[in-house]
């Protein structure tokens, strides 16, 4: 069983595809269930963010595996299937593992560095595992690249800027109009982006005013950003009346602004972070609206600081958890040869105790104790540098030993099934 990962991304697709594919949590959850249903997969986690859309998957077969997981997203997306295969990157196994670190470790992100991705991709392993969907491999390989992002974060100087799409916008908005300090931002929405185009505009010395169609919920993000206000939603015309800069990153399937809303207005920049669109396209003609196309472009041109640095950290991460795997894929087989050893070594004490069975216990005990002594010592080294080789080199060790030692696959697949077994972990679903 290998990983696939199959990715939709600002990289690959323009932003109407990659806002047809992004999901909301139930939608994730059924598209997980979808996946896990199909003949070729039995492991699947499904990440969805604002600039990309990536299932991995643990598949018994590449072109089968691949063919089900795009016809799945397909659907859930309501896109052309051959539009689809078209428009996505696809990465199998190793190249797998270096993607999902490099995202990460936001280093796939449309701001280079950004943090919010690691929650993310928490999420995408949390809903992975309520959908019971997540086993073995997928749950090593999140965990993994969580700690692999934390790590960025934290050692690096990608990770010390602190940046994100808000961030980026309000460089937009400061290199065109002037700093945010003493400008009046409106927020519209009260998601963790909205949340932190909030705090991040009255870091900067900016007059915050939050509105949401839920107001207990616009009144909930302000209530610890000194100096903000929450209006409700009926009041937002009143709202943009007063507003500078207006940030829209809501949940909604339609438009929240347009022309209209904004004719007479004081506004002089709009950032819309929303997928699908929160503002109607119209409105650049206006004033200048500030979009992901912006922040994508902006991106193509940006290198940060401790970019390699970063790249380098993940790199020596990957090399460590491939040749971890290499060392867990061999050890069940290293664990059903010492199994058929202790069976011969049964078989012949109970051949020995038909031939002589004038033994005492005492001498049988010391014979069998001698006998398996000299078993395991010769199995000791070769078994432990087996499992050193299958980690530093390409070869398979595993399927080597079977051949040379004619062990049954029936009794390999047994051990790697077996709870708390080398091939299984406690998260796997029963």
């Known amino acids: 069983m290998s990983i696939l990962l199959l990715s939709v991304s600002h990289h690959t697709a323009p932003m109407s595809t990659v806002s047809a594919l992004s999901l909301t949590a139930d939608e994730t959850m059924k598209l997980c269930h979808g996946i896990a249903a ?8 499904v990440l969805s963010t604002c600039n990309r859309t990536e299932v991995y998957a643990r598949v018994d077969r590449f072109h089968a595996g691949l063919d089900e997981v795009t016809a799945a997203l397909a659907a859930a997306g309501g896109v052309d299937l051959g539009s689809l295969q078209q428009q996505c990157a696809v990465y199998f196994d190793e190249g797998a593992v270096a993607h999902a670190f490099a995202v990460a470790a936001g280093l796939d ?3 280079v560095g950004e943090s919010q991705i690691l929650g993310q991709f928490r999420t995408a392993l949390a809903i992975g595992q309520q959908a019971g969907t997540v086993g073995t491999s997928l749950n090593a390989l999140f965990q993994q690249g969580i700690r692999v992002g934390k790590r960025v974060q934290t050692e690096t100087e990608i990770g010390a800027a602190g940046r994100s799409l808000v961030t980026s916008a309000y460089e937009v908005v400061t290199e065109t109009g002037g700093g945010l300090e003493g400008r009046r931002v409106l927020v519209i929405g009260a998601g963790s982006m909205a949340s932190l185009a909030a705090r991040t505009a009255a870091a900067h010395g900016a007059r915050v005013v939050a509105v949401n169609r839920t107001h207990e919920r616009a009144r909930h993000l302000t209530a610890s950003i000194e100096g903000a206000t929450a209006v409700p939603w009926s009041h937002r015309r009143a709202a943009l009346a007063e507003a500078d800069v207006v940030v829209a990153c809501t949940g ?14 004081p506004v002089t920049h709009v950032v819309d972070l929303a997928l699908p669109r929160d503002v109607d396209p119209a409105v650049d003609s206006m004033l200048q609206l500030i979009t992901l196309e912006t922040l994508a472009a902006r991106a193509d041109h940006e290198d940060p600081a401790g970019v390699g640095a970063a790249r380098q950290l993940v790199a020596t991460e990957v090399a460590d958890f491939l040749a971890s795997r290499r060392a867990a894929q061999v050890a069940p087989t290293v664990v059903a040869l010492r199994s058929m050893a202790s069976d011969v070594v049964g078989a012949e004490l109970q051949r020995l105790d038909g031939r002589l069975p004038e033994l005492g216990e005492a001498e049988r005990a010391e014979i069998a104790r001698t006998v398996r002594r000299v078993v395991d010592k010769l199995l000791h080294h070769p078994t432990v540098r087996v499992q050193e080789f299958a980690a530093d080199q390409q070869v398979d060790y595993a399927a080597a030993l079977r051949d040379l030692f004619a062990l049954d696959p029936q009794s390999v697949a047994a051990v790697m099934s077996a709870p708390g077994s080398p091939g299984r972990s406690a998260e796997d679903p029963q």
């Not at 199909?38 to 492991?43: G, I, L, N, Q, Y």
């Not at 929240?256 to 207005?265: H, I, P, Q, S």
């Open 109 to 111: 992100s449309m701001v």
């Open 38 to 45: 199909t003949d070729h997969v039995d492991e699947v986690a």
């Open 252 to 265: 909604a399937k339609g438009l929240v602004l347009d022309a209209a809303d904004l004719a007479g207005t």
